[in-house]
């Protein structure tokens, strides 16, 4: 009787587990920076640098990561900011880089975080120095996507870094960009559809 009651237990703290809902996944954009992007002035020549903006909504954290090239001077801030490819934006998330530290998180207001992944290339990241205050690098914000196996819709610019393999694997991608599904469940997901 009482292993009956142990099995009992043990079924029903497994259920509570298996129907606990799961993390999502952070969402990955990245962006090719350079200095002839920053606007009103460019920045110094021949910088460039690319970046990865991680957004979590289920701790409402954004991790980064930077690379330069050709930028002499210590970076001195990092930000997102609010503005289409050539429109000088306000800044909407200060990622709080500092000189020699090019990777960190911070946590940031859910309602900010929504802004860029509702309309991820209607934003972008900078980095600025002391010599370039304004800005010495920036790039557009794009949605990353490592998995060959998420499809592209027929629509999609020609440049765009995604590809196209799969028929209907759109809709997979729309269900991560928002959130409603991680990319491992997309992956499982579009092999079977096959």
Do not use: W
Not at 6 to 26: F, H, R
Not at 28 to 43: F, I, N, S, W, Y
């Amino acid at each position: 009787m009482r292993s009956v009651r142990i099995l009992a237990l043990a079924v029903t703290a497994t259920a509570i587990v298996v129907a606990s809902p799961a993390q999502a996944a952070p969402i990955t954009l990245t962006a090719a920076m350079t200095a002839d992007e920053e606007v009103p002035q460019k920045g110094p020549a021949g910088a460039t640098g690319s970046g990865t903006v991680d957004l979590n909504t289920d701790n409402n954290q954004v991790c980064y990561t930077f690379i330069t090239q050709n930028l002499n001077d210590p970076v001195t801030a990092g930000h997102i900011h609010k503005g289409a490819k050539g429109v000088a934006g306000d800044v909407l998330i200060d990622l709080k880089v500092t000189a020699g530290n090019l990777k960190g998180c911070v946590t940031e207001e859910p309602a900010k975080i929504q802004a860029v992944l509702a309309d991820a290339q209607g934003h972008y990241v900078n980095l600025h120095t002391q010599a370039n205050p304004a800005g010495a690098v920036r790039g557009q914000l794009m949605a990353a996507i490592t998995n060959p196996q998420v499809a592209v819709p027929e629509s999609q610019p020609a440049d765009s870094q995604l590809a196209r393999t799969g028929p209907g694997s759109a809709g997979l991608l729309v269900a991560i960009a928002f959130g409603l599904l991680s990319a491992g469940t997309a992956v499982r997901l579009g092999s079977r559809r096959r």
